[in-house]
């Protein structure tokens, strides 16, 4: 294999990646706007970015969004694990969040019923969406011809 075809293959793949986490990011930004400009949290630290949303909690769903194609692959063909999953995880982590200061839950149990609804159904869609930008492919091996 040529060293040029190796390179568009490594620049194509990081495109793609990069597509796929920046959609992902950028979904649940947009997720983290509406419980904020509800009043359902309030976020204590960092600089807005959107509406209340510090760019910390931007810059953990690009995190996240890595995660999907390699720790959280084995949810891809587990639709309704991943929605039970998300369900659980999702107000776990905002619960933690707030246990730690980094953010306020003014009415706790609306926001978590929220959050579970909500990851509920994020989860399997982020999945979906990483599936479908995985850049990495399976590839026959090839067998010597002696």
């Known amino acids: 294999m040529s060293r040029a075809r190796i390179a568009v293959n490594v620049l194509a793949f990081q495109a793609v990646w990069l597509g796929g ?3 992902i990011g950028a979904l649940g930004t947009l997720w983290d706007v509406l419980p904020a400009a509800t009043g ?4 204590r ?3 807005a970015a959107l509406s209340g949303v510090p760019y910390w909690i931007a810059a953990l769903w690009l995190a996240f969004a ?3 194609n390699v720790s959280l692959r084995w949810l891809r063909e587990r639709p309704l694990i991943a929605a039970l ?3 659980v995880a999702g107000p776990a982590c905002y619960g933690t969040a707030a246990t730690l200061g980094a953010l306020t839950l003014t009415e706790p149990r609306q926001a978590l ?3 579970a609804a ?4 994020l989860l399997p869609a982020a999945l979906a969406i990483a599936a479908r930008y995985d850049g990495v492919q ?3 091996q090839e067998r010597p011809l002696v």
Request: a negative charge.
């Open 21 to 23: 986490v920046a959609t």
């Open 40 to 43: 359902l949290i309030e976020y």
């Open 45 to 47: 630290s960092g600089v």
């Open 66 to 68: 890595t995660t999907l």
């Open 85 to 87: 999953a998300g369900a």
């Open 113 to 115: 019923a929220a959050q």
């Open 118 to 121: 909500a990851w509920s159904l």
């Open 138 to 140: 399976a590839q026959p």
